[in-house]
């Protein structure tokens, strides 16, 4: 049973971040990473990835549709709760005011915190209503492209 789930687990995430980066967000792995992406001028979105359903289920693919849109974020990066700890805590220290919620969304502008989309309103959504609030928060932070 062990082996097995582990196995099993491995390969859920394995999806989990490969769907994420086929998406066209950046994977970050490291504090470094992390500090070098989330201080970079413009406007920037954190996908706070995880295994739980609701990140498969609504969480990715509303970060793979939302960024279709005539405005968008110019920096797109995710971080994995759960699986890359240290960046992922790295990330939370940005998200000034806002608890840790896996999957979420943060959304910040030259390394300031604007929003967060949090897991209580992603949980028991459809990926299209994360959509239309990802691109509400869009509307209001980032420019044209």
Do not use: W
Request: some cysteine.
């Amino acid at each position: 049973m062990g082996m097995d789930f582990n196995f099993f687990m491995n390969d859920v995430v394995r999806q989990a971040r490969q769907e994420i980066v086929s998406a066209g967000y950046e994977e970050l792995t490291t504090p470094e990473d992390v500090e070098t992406a989330l201080n970079k001028k413009g406007t920037t979105l954190v996908m706070i990835n995880s295994v739980c359903g609701c990140a498969g289920g609504v969480a990715r693919p509303a970060a793979a549709y939302a960024i279709h849109y005539d405005k968008r974020p110019d920096h797109l990066v995710t971080v994995f709760a759960g699986q890359d700890k240290e960046a992922t805590e790295k990330a939370r220290s940005y998200f000034t005011g806002y608890p840790p919620s896996s999957p979420s969304f943060a959304l910040l502008k030259d390394g300031k915190i604007c929003t967060m989309v949090e897991r209580h309103q992603i949980e028991g959504f459809d990926p299209a209503m994360v959509v239309t609030r990802l691109q509400q928060e869009f509307d209001k932070y980032c420019e044209e492209i």
